[in-house]
């Protein structure tokens, strides 16, 4: 769902007044100023002046367009079903010369003229006659394309397969070490020729590998650059670029190079976010580490039994520094199978509590089994391997200086020169508005904006209310424009005529109640996302902070806009104090809107993070979706 129609957040009404006010209260007008903004000085209304939203009455019709009703809502983005790119038979046909083959689905064809092709080449090519390779359709076309301009092999020499095959086999192999799967890229290299054997069957094997390898190298050259799965079929809450690839100059050059390996690592990301992640993967398949899974959700106190109490006690014992060691190292020993939560062991959950930062009370709640067994290998190998797919989507470079968001760790970054330089909390969009996974380039700094209310909070919210007070908008501070610019009261409107279209303009000036606070950084996009400040400061004090609109509401905006402006926090302090004014932003600095449930700190240590808005399990279905389409039953 749109923040604000390209600038800002407010939190529903219904929402807010349990969360942030309480129930209303007698003075409604005062409620909702502090919810949508009250314009910079407006008179209080009388008590009642803010009812509920009214249910719709039975002359409503009388004044509602085919368009209109009070049932009308924008509705946020989906999630679909993934489905892969099917595989398709590549149709040799016209490299072998002859009639094409019908049967089955079928890439297209290429112009070749056999007696251009090497002697070798050209003998083997009637190999290719009943050959079903399945491939993705872009990249079958890609090997019609090149083995009708090329006509020799690049993976034999002689009779055998040469050096450069073994080594591109050895990296398709080692797929694993990349989170990649290497039964996608599997292929035999022939076992060493026999004088005995049929030259034609020889030939036969050989063109086939050739043509195997080939569509293999170019799909893992293809998920090393830019993943497994295209990430905006997932969802319209993830938005894209698409990775242009010249497949066909691909297997020119290694047709030619000396390096077949070092071409092939290139393609992978190669920024230090993801060698981190590359090194945090190799580090947990080596190790047993969280192999013991305690139940998340285990309340235990004094005196009561589990049989997670055992486990949770050898995750103490395996993190035993010296000072506890000494002091409970016998008694985790003699203890160490115990299922009753004895007096002895109450110090020893204390102190373990304390080390690991949390209240030491004694009582094992979902809160120190979190401290204390942390995230299972399982969840951690799976983390890190979606983070290496999800890094694929954006720019293998990902710029310096750079602002980066991610939104399971509910913080914002600004980057310059390999070094954090800022690091600030931040809310992001509530589960039911969710904020995108993007990336985009900020353009300018609004000081003390206006805020442009998005048609689906006008929809949602405001119409209701409109329908039952249509001059409401006229003393809360708003102004209305028609669909020429021309500003009109908004009690002349007949909101009633209207449901899913509106077709009126409504922003709120400037103000220490406008929803925006005092800045907002700007980067254009079509999800109508943006960094602001918030009056509403309590929220960076919680823990969970999925709380807004879809926009990302900054703890320091000041210091976020002085960073991106390459100025002082000063000179940002008196852009506000001058009024409304807007900077441009000269510099080239991308943001990175990002959705990572396990990511390096800027030392290369990974953290994790929970999955708020559950798309880990969408990337899963979809990556299961990927394999599934490529097994060979396929």
């Not at 590998?209 to 650059?225: P, T």
């Not at 993943?227 to 047709?255: Q, W």
């Not at 993190?319 to 007096?343: C, I, K, N, Q």
Request: glycine content about 8%; some cysteine; hydrophobic content about 40%.
């Amino acid at each position: 769902m749109k923040c604000l129609d390209r600038r800002t957040v407010v939190l529903p009404l219904a929402v807010a007044a349990t969360l942030v006010f309480g129930a209303p209260q007698a003075g409604a007008q005062g409620f909702f100023e502090s919810l949508f903004g009250g314009g910079v000085r407006h008179s209080r209304q009388p008590a009642g002046e803010f009812p509920p939203a009214p249910k719709p009455r039975k002359n409503t019709a009388a004044r509602t367009s085919t368009s209109g009703g009070g049932a009308a809502r924008i509705s946020s983005p989906s999630y679909y079903t993934y489905k892969a790119d099917s595989l398709a038979r590549v149709d040799f046909s016209s490299l072998i010369g002859g009639e094409p083959v019908t049967t089955g689905a079928t890439v297209q064809k290429a112009a070749f003229d056999p007696s251009t092709a090497d002697v070798a080449f050209r003998e083997a090519l009637s190999g290719l006659n009943g050959y079903d390779l399945l491939a993705e359709r872009d990249i079958g076309k890609a090997l019609l394309a090149y083995y009708s301009a090329n006509p020799e092999f690049i993976w034999v020499s002689g009779s055998s397969a040469n050096e450069r095959a073994r080594e591109a086999v050895r990296v398709l192999s080692e797929a694993a070490s990349h989170g990649l799967v290497p039964a996608d890229y599997a292929v035999q290299i022939p076992a060493a020729g026999n004088p005995a054997e049929d030259a034609g069957a020889r030939l036969q094997e050989l063109i086939r590998f050739e043509m195997a390898l080939s569509a293999r190298v170019l799909r893992y050259v293809h998920d090393a650059r830019s993943g497994r799965i295209d990430p905006n079929r997932i969802s319209g809450y993830y938005d894209f670029p698409a990775k242009p690839l010249d497949m066909v100059s691909v297997l020119d050059t290694l047709a030619h190079t000396p390096a077949p390996q070092a071409y092939l690592e290139s393609w992978h990301p190669q920024n230090a976010e993801y060698k981190a992640l590359r090194a945090e993967l190799e580090a947990l398949e080596a190790t047993t580490e969280n192999e013991i899974v305690v139940d998340p959700k285990l309340m235990l106190k004094p005196g009561q039994t589990s049989p997670e109490l055992p486990k949770l006690l050898a995750l103490i014992a395996r993190d035993l520094d010296d000072e506890m060691g000494g002091e409970y190292g016998e008694t985790l020993v003699r203890l160490a199978s115990s299922e009753t939560y004895v007096p002895e062991l109450v110090p020893v959950i204390e102190a373990a509590q304390k080390k690991a930062g949390e209240k030491g009370d004694g009582v094992v709640g979902p809160r120190t089994v979190a401290a204390l067994a942390g995230t299972s290998k399982a969840d951690r190998l799976d983390k890190v391997q979606y983070a290496m797919e999800q890094l694929r989507w954006l720019p293998s470079d990902l710029g310096s200086p750079r602002v980066f968001i991610n939104q399971p760790a509910f913080t914002a970054s600004y980057i310059d020169g390999g070094e954090e330089k800022l690091k600030m909390r931040a809310v992001i969009g509530k589960i039911t508005n969710q904020t995108s996974f993007f990336y985009d380039e900020i353009e300018q700094v609004d000081y003390n904006p206006y805020w442009g209310v998005p048609q689906s909070i006008i929809v949602n919210e405001m119409l209701p209310r409109l329908r039952r007070d249509p001059g409401y908008l006229d003393r809360a501070g708003y102004q209305v424009t028609d669909s020429r610019g021309k500003r009109i009261p908004s009690s002349s409107v007949n909101w009633g005529a209207y449901g899913s279209k509106v077709p009126y303009a409504i922003r709120q000036e400037p103000s220490e109640a406008n929803a925006l606070g005092e800045l907002k950084i700007l980067f254009p996009n079509k999800h109508a996302i943006y960094m602001h400040d918030t009056p509403q400061k309590a929220f960076f004090q919680r823990d969970m902070r999925a709380l807004s609109h879809g926009c990302v509401r900054l703890q320091d905006p000041r210091g976020m806009a002085a960073a991106v402006m390459n100025k002082p926090v000063d000179y940002i302090a008196k852009k506000i104090k001058a009024g409304h004014s807007v900077d441009k932003v000269t510099r080239k600095i991308p943001v990175y809107v990002s959705y990572f449930t396990a990511w390096p700190d800027m030392s290369g240590k990974v953290e994790y993070f929970n999955d708020v808005y559950d798309r880990d399990a969408r990337l899963k279905q979809a990556l299961e979706a990927t394999e599934q389409t490529r097994a060979p039953s396929a």
